[in-house]
């Protein structure tokens, strides 16, 4: 009995699987700090069918194959819905499901306020 919880264990534990969800999703949140506190810092970002965590979203498959790079797969539209995977992170929808779009009035709020923050550090550096 002892000897089939250990297998057991063993088996869970070395499943890579179980442990590199929360790894990607530590990554995530470091690359995408904003999206910390949202519903996009969750598992159901590259595993949209809930429960079934082998199951992987164009997302997560696009980002499988870019070596797990985060910055590599931010001008692709992974669930194609017309939405860079950036776009979509800064305005919290998922980049895995193209039925989850952002409003596209917000979107241009975000790169105004993005565009002013890149012309103020432009003219801090040249201070
Ligand atoms: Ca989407």
Known sequence: MRFLLLVSLISIFSSS???ATPKYLESF???YP?????????CST????KGKMKEQGPFALDFKNAGHNFAKIADIDSDQDRFTNFEEIVAG??????TDKPNIPFLIKQIKELKQEVERLKTKVKE
């Open 29 to 31: 949140k470091k690359n």
């Open 17 to 19: 699987a179980l442990f």
């Open 93 to 98: 929808t998922f980049p895995q499901d193209k």
């Open 34 to 42: 904003d999206a910390a506190g949202t519903k996009l810092a969750a």
């Open 46 to 49: 590259c595993h949209p069918v």
